[in-house]
């Protein structure tokens, strides 16, 4: 079955940055859209950025400018590079092929 591991989640100072990973097995990254979600605890899940399988990208308005999804097909990994971090972007992060598979999702938490 298809399974996406995310990883690269912890605790970084307003202002920091972090790097993303989600491995994808049994799924190829390059022929699917490859999405990032975050859910922030009394939140609906919302779409943070996607590429898709032509390398099209889309980000959400908070985050564009910061953000940066990429993908590596010889690793079948895709990243989410976070920079200038703030506050408001502490949530869970979730990896998502074509909004049919999910991964586990990995805490990102951004505070002083």
């Known amino acids: 079955q298809v399974q996406l591991v995310e990883s690269g989640g912890g605790l970084v100072q307003p202002g920091g940055s972090l790097r993303l990973s989600c491995a994808a097995s049994r799924i190829f990254v390059s022929g699917n859209s490859m999405g990032w979600y975050r859910q922030a605890p009394g939140r609906e899940r919302e779409l943070v950025a996607l590429i898709t399988m032509y390398g099209t990208t889309k980000y959400a308005d908070s985050v564009k400018g910061r953000f940066t999804i990429s993908r590596d097909n010889a690793k079948n990994t895709v990243y989410l590079q976070m920079n200038s971090l703030k506050p408001e972007d502490t949530a869970v992060y979730y990896c998502?092929?074509?909004?049919?598979?999910w991964g586990q999702g990995t805490q990102v938490t951004v505070s002083s």
């Open positions: 998502t092929v074509a909004n049919t598979y």
